[in-house]
Protein backbone atom coordinates (compact mmCIF):
# COMPACT_ATOMS: atom_id res chain seq x y z
CA UNK A 1 0.00 0.00 0.00
CA UNK A 2 1.27 2.92 -0.72
CA UNK A 3 1.80 6.22 1.11
CA UNK A 4 -0.75 9.16 1.34
CA UNK A 5 -0.59 12.27 0.66
CA UNK A 6 -2.26 15.19 1.80
CA UNK A 7 -1.69 19.05 0.95
CA UNK A 8 -2.93 21.00 4.00
CA UNK A 9 -3.11 23.98 2.98
CA UNK A 10 -0.84 27.08 0.93
CA UNK A 11 -0.29 30.62 1.75
CA UNK A 12 1.97 33.05 -0.51
CA UNK A 13 5.19 31.62 -0.58
CA UNK A 14 4.40 28.47 1.47
CA UNK A 15 2.55 25.16 0.73
CA UNK A 16 2.02 22.56 3.60
CA UNK A 17 2.10 18.77 2.27
CA UNK A 18 1.86 16.24 5.31
CA UNK A 19 1.74 19.03 7.73
CA UNK A 20 5.25 19.98 6.48
CA UNK A 21 5.76 23.41 5.09
CA UNK A 22 7.74 24.18 2.00
CA UNK A 23 8.69 27.66 1.40
CA UNK A 24 9.76 27.05 -2.48
CA UNK A 25 7.46 25.69 -6.10
CA UNK A 26 6.94 21.93 -5.75
CA UNK A 27 6.04 19.08 -7.90
CA UNK A 28 4.32 16.45 -5.70
CA UNK A 29 3.23 13.20 -6.70
CA UNK A 30 0.93 10.48 -5.51
CA UNK A 31 3.17 8.40 -3.50
CA UNK A 32 4.29 11.50 -1.04
CA UNK A 33 7.75 12.53 -3.22
CA UNK A 34 8.00 15.88 -3.09
CA UNK A 35 10.85 17.96 -5.19
CA UNK A 36 11.30 21.37 -5.52
CA UNK A 37 10.68 23.50 -8.78
CA UNK A 38 12.68 26.67 -10.19
CA UNK A 39 10.29 29.56 -9.34
CA UNK A 40 9.20 29.92 -13.43
CA UNK A 41 6.15 31.15 -14.68
CA UNK A 42 6.13 28.65 -17.93
CA UNK A 43 5.14 25.49 -17.45
CA UNK A 44 7.51 24.12 -20.37
CA UNK A 45 7.49 20.58 -22.12
CA UNK A 46 11.16 20.08 -20.65
CA UNK A 47 9.68 20.06 -16.63
CA UNK A 48 6.03 18.00 -18.19
CA UNK A 49 8.09 15.44 -19.92
CA UNK A 50 10.30 15.12 -16.71
CA UNK A 51 7.24 14.91 -14.57
CA UNK A 52 5.56 12.35 -17.23
CA UNK A 53 8.72 9.48 -16.18
CA UNK A 54 6.52 9.05 -13.02
CA UNK A 55 3.74 7.49 -15.20
CA UNK A 56 0.93 10.28 -13.95
CA UNK A 57 -2.48 9.82 -15.03
CA UNK A 58 -3.48 13.25 -14.41
CA UNK A 59 -1.49 16.83 -13.61
CA UNK A 60 -2.51 18.95 -11.29
CA UNK A 61 -0.63 22.46 -12.38
CA UNK A 62 -0.97 25.13 -9.37
CA UNK A 63 -0.70 28.74 -11.65
CA UNK A 64 0.16 30.79 -8.36
CA UNK A 65 -2.48 32.98 -6.18
CA UNK A 66 -2.68 35.13 -9.12
CA UNK A 67 -2.69 32.79 -11.83
CA UNK A 68 0.02 33.84 -13.84
CA UNK A 69 1.77 30.53 -14.29
CA UNK A 70 1.02 29.69 -17.92
CA UNK A 71 1.32 25.67 -19.78
CA UNK A 72 3.05 26.36 -22.68
CA UNK A 73 0.60 24.84 -25.90
CA UNK A 74 3.08 21.95 -26.44
CA UNK A 75 2.61 20.80 -23.12
CA UNK A 76 -0.89 20.55 -24.24
CA UNK A 77 -0.85 18.13 -26.79
CA UNK A 78 2.19 16.05 -25.54
CA UNK A 79 -0.09 15.25 -22.66
CA UNK A 80 -3.08 14.66 -25.42
CA UNK A 81 -1.01 12.17 -26.83
CA UNK A 82 -0.11 10.68 -23.58
CA UNK A 83 -3.18 10.23 -22.82
CA UNK A 84 -2.71 12.57 -19.26
CA UNK A 85 -5.52 14.62 -18.17
CA UNK A 86 -4.38 18.13 -17.17
CA UNK A 87 -6.11 20.48 -14.68
CA UNK A 88 -4.62 24.39 -14.38
CA UNK A 89 -6.12 25.99 -11.80
CA UNK A 90 -4.96 29.27 -9.50
CA UNK A 91 -2.98 27.20 -6.47
CA UNK A 92 -6.00 27.66 -3.64
CA UNK A 93 -8.05 25.76 -6.33
CA UNK A 94 -5.62 23.39 -7.13
CA UNK A 95 -4.36 21.75 -4.36
CA UNK A 96 -8.16 20.76 -3.54
CA UNK A 97 -8.11 18.91 -7.14
CA UNK A 98 -5.17 17.07 -5.95
CA UNK A 99 -5.97 16.24 -3.10
CA UNK A 100 -9.39 14.93 -4.32
CA UNK A 101 -7.76 12.74 -7.04
CA UNK A 102 -4.80 11.47 -4.01
CA UNK A 103 -7.83 10.29 -1.82
CA UNK A 104 -9.13 8.41 -4.85
CA UNK A 105 -5.90 6.65 -5.05
CA UNK A 106 -5.04 8.25 -8.69
CA UNK A 107 -1.83 8.73 -10.51
CA UNK A 108 -1.51 12.12 -9.75
CA UNK A 109 1.02 14.51 -9.57
CA UNK A 110 0.70 18.33 -8.73
CA UNK A 111 3.09 21.09 -9.96
CA UNK A 112 3.21 24.20 -7.74
CA UNK A 113 3.82 28.11 -7.88
CA UNK A 114 2.88 29.58 -4.09
CA UNK A 115 3.63 33.03 -4.93
CA UNK A 116 1.83 35.33 -7.35
Not at 36 to 42: D, F, L
Not at 54 to 76: S, Y
Request: overall charge positive; some cysteine; aromatic content about 10%.
Amino acid sequence: MRKKVKINGTKFGEITINGKPYDSDVTVYWDGKVDYRQKEHVIEATEFVSVLRADPEIVVIGTGDEGVVRVAPEVNRIAENKKVKIYAEKTSKAYEIFNAFAHQRKKVVGIFHVTC
